[in-house]
């Protein structure tokens, strides 16, 4: 009897440890996606933007490495909606614009 009393424990133990992980994950990514909206935007005075050429319409960009098609939407550094602002790896705590570019584009 002790050894199913053991067993029913354990289950109920993982079922618990399971739906308290899942609801901190989730709780953690609505957190995350939240965040993202209020991230500053890249501005054309910031260092990292004019090292890399960073324009926020690629249309615009006078670099010859822009291709045309090019743009922060469909680069994989870019985790943002496709369109508006969104995070961008080159730029950590900041928001590029999905239409702009940069010299770090790679694409998808």
């Known amino acids: 009897m002790s050894m199913k009393k053991t067993t029913l424990d354990s289950r109920r133990r993982f079922i618990k440890i399971t739906v308290v992980g899942a ?16 991230l500053p935007h890249v501005g054309s005075s ?3 933007a004019q090292a890399l050429g960073y324009v926020e319409d690629a249309t615009a960009s006078k670099n010859p490495l822009y291709k045309a098609g090019s743009n922060c ?7 943002g909606p496709p369109s508006g ?3 961008c ?19 998808k």
Do not use: E, H, R
């Open 23 to 38: 609801s901190m994950a989730l709780i953690a990514g609505v957190a995350g996606v939240a965040q993202a909206g209020d």
């Open 89 to 107: 790896q080159l730029f950590p705590g900041k928001a590029v614009n999905s239409k702009g570019w940069c010299s770090g584009y790679t694409p």
């Open 85 to 87: 602002y969104g995070p």
């Open 46 to 48: 910031d260092t990292t």
């Open 73 to 79: 939407a469909n680069c994989q550094l870019y985790s």
